[in-house]
Nanobody, 133 residues
Framework: QVQLVESGGELVQAGGSLRLSCAAS????????MGWFRQTPGKEREFVAA????????YYTDSVKDRFTVSRDHAKNTVYLQMNSLKPEDTAVYYC??????????????????????????WGQGTQVTVSS
């Protein structure tokens, strides 16, 4: 069992930065791939970024590449999402999630699995990020 608690979301102006944190409970945190997703009202949940269980690989959706950075600290059982050059279209509720994905790959490539919401078993409650223009 893994419990996830996000924090760090707030109102920020376009061009600004935020760092989201996701604190995980459970001794097996280091075994899980960790992902960040976001959702706005009326839209489907969208993959944002993910990091492999050992932190060696990271994955991003195209719209956030070169602006967002995902990282993890096993000593603190925490995963981060550093968001720079924020845009109004980044406004959403951001969720972190944990997935046990076979490494280096199972029936589908690791990167593909990390980008799919249905790969993730545990989800946080979400944190609101609002970017004003």
């Amino acid at each position: 069992q893994v419990q996830l608690v996000e924090s760090g979301g707030e109102l920020v102006q376009a061009g600004g930065s935020l760092r989201l944190s996701c604190a995980a409970s459970g001794r097996t945190f280091s075994s899980y791939a960790m992902g960040w997703f976001r959702q706005t009202p009326g839209k489907e949940r969208e993959f944002v970024a993910a990091i492999s269980w050992n932190g060696g690989s990271t994955y991003y959706t195209d719209s956030v590449k070169d602006r967002f950075t995902v990282s993890r600290d096993h000593a603190k059982n925490t995963v981060y999402l550093q968001m720079n050059s924020l845009k109004p279209e980044d406004t959403a509720v951001y969720y972190c999630a944990a997935a046990f994905i076979p490494y280096p790959s199972g029936t589908i490539p690791y990167e593909t699995a990390a980008g799919r919401g249905d790969s993730y078993t545990y989800w946080g409650q979400g944190t609101q990020v609002t970017v004003s223009s």
